[in-house]
């Protein structure tokens, strides 16, 4: 377009012709001596006629008029309510945010009167001085959440909630000598007592004395899948009965504690803070996946929070409450991993090294000896303990287990009676 065409075009208007769909421009926009009929009237008429024949030609077509139609349904029900269509490839064209809105309502009006705060009270035993012998004792408090099992009184929750004995180089830490419930929508104090815990899976189980309890459903956490909704439900910061939603991140992440511990845990971005420990995380229909237990956090982390998956605590619920503990297999021994440096360096194979045996245990009658390597166990090979602790609990006490070893160069296999563990 030259530059005086492209300056007249501020002028030009574009009128679309129904007979054609082409662009055409008045290229006099200022000129006004047309007869009124000439210039008003012929052309009104003319768009009527034109539109009429247009559509009356797409109706008589099948084809054209459902895709007219079909498409002035599809559009007539996107502008009055967004809904989710799943296509054959599998991905949501529509999201609809107020069927989210129903989905955490309901999900947060299903577990909530399931979900209560937990507070602990303990000692905190601290030195006068630097260099004195006396200490003071002062009160402290800690606080968390847990999840109602049964109508009776039965809590879940967190070791770590309920466990709090420390000792550190300056100052002690007690037992918990108190611990209290809150329940959902009631400001009373229930006093609970500790009925069992387990430090090995941070689960514990407490009890107040109250009955006609609403106890929280269970899904099945096998069956979750990365990218489904998921709500955190507890008592952050002493906020009883706060909720935060997001999706499940992964399944099965191993993760590793501030005291070396290995979990395999359900990972949610939904918000986790202190005091959710022992909280529920809770899937679309309200029901347990998963018991909130820890998160990451630091410098440039956001939203990596972790649950254990509901279905790994029904044993160990069930052993808390009869036995006050877990009863476990047990070997015997303490080992030390070997890896292929260390092994050659010191001229023995790669595995675990035995240091210590203890007296009267399941591994000193099968006949192990300090400098055995194990190298093999139930047919597998092995270079961990952390190997041979879990083919150890995929028994029972009671059970054989064969393993076998390297002695000053050769192998041999031995056959242990697991013990319980004391």
Do not use: W
């Not at 000439?38 to 797409?58: D, H, N, W, Y």
């Not at 809904?83 to 577990?111: E, F, M, P, R």
């Amino acid at each position: 377009m030259d530059e005086k065409n492209e300056t007249n075009t501020k002028n030009f208007k574009t009128v679309q012709n129904p007979n054609t769909y082409k662009t055409v421009y008045d290229a006099n926009p200022t000129k006004t001596k047309t007869g009124f009929g000439k210039s008003v009237l012929l052309p009104f008429f003319s768009g009527i006629v034109g539109c009429a024949v247009v559509m009356g030609t797409c109706f008589g077509v099948p084809s054209i008029r459902e895709n007219i139609l079909g498409s002035s349904a599809n559009n007539s029900n996107f502008s009055s309510s967004t809904s989710s269509n799943t296509n054959s490839s599998g991905y949501v064209s529509q999201t609809s945010l107020s069927n989210y809105s129903d989905t955490s309502v309901y999900a947060a009006n299903k577990i909530l009167p399931s979900i209560v705060g937990i507070k602990v009270e303990y000692m905190v035993n601290t030195p006068l001085s630097l260099f004195s012998n006396k200490q003071q004792s002062t009160t402290a408090t800690a606080s968390g959440s847990g999840i109602i099992i049964s109508d009776d009184g039965y809590i879940l929750t967190n070791n770590h909630i309920v466990s709090t004995t420390s000792e550190e180089s300056y100052y002690e830490v007690s037992e918990a000598t108190k611990v209290t419930v809150t329940l959902f929508n009631d400001e009373t104090e229930y006093e609970a007592k500790i009925i069992g815990k387990d430090e090995q899976t941070d689960l514990a189980v407490i009890k107040i004395d109250k009955t006609g309890l609403s106890k929280a459903e269970f899904a099945d956490s096998d069956s979750i899948k990365v990218g489904e909704f998921a709500m955190a439900v507890g008592n952050p910061l002493g906020m009883q009965s706060s909720i935060t939603c997001g999706v499940i991140s992964a399944v099965n992440r191993e993760v590793t504690d501030s005291d070396g511990k290995k979990f395999t845990l359900i990972q949610t971005d939904a918000a986790i803070n202190s005091g959710n420990s022992g909280g529920a995380l809770v899937n679309s229909e309200g029901k347990v996946i998963g018991i909130n237990t820890l998160k990451l956090s630091g410098t440039g982390i956001e939203g990596m929070g972790f649950a254990i998956p509901i279905n790994s605590t029904t044993d160990i619920t069930s052993q808390l409450i009869q036995y006050s503990k877990v009863k476990r297999p047990y070997i015997g021994i303490t080992g030390m991993d070997l890896d292929e440096e260390t092994a050659n360096t010191y001229h023995l194979v790669q595995g675990i090294y035995v240091k210590a045996i203890e007296d009267f245990s399941a591994a000193e009658k099968a006949g192990f000896k300090i400098g055995d390597v194990i190298i093999e166990a139930d047919g597998k090979k092995i270079t961990t303990m952390d190997e041979l602790n879990e083919i150890k609990n995929s028994h029972q006490i009671g059970d054989e287990m064969k393993v076998k070893v390297n002695r000053e160069g050769q192998e041999k296999e031995l056959t242990i009676t697991l013990g319980e563990q004391p």
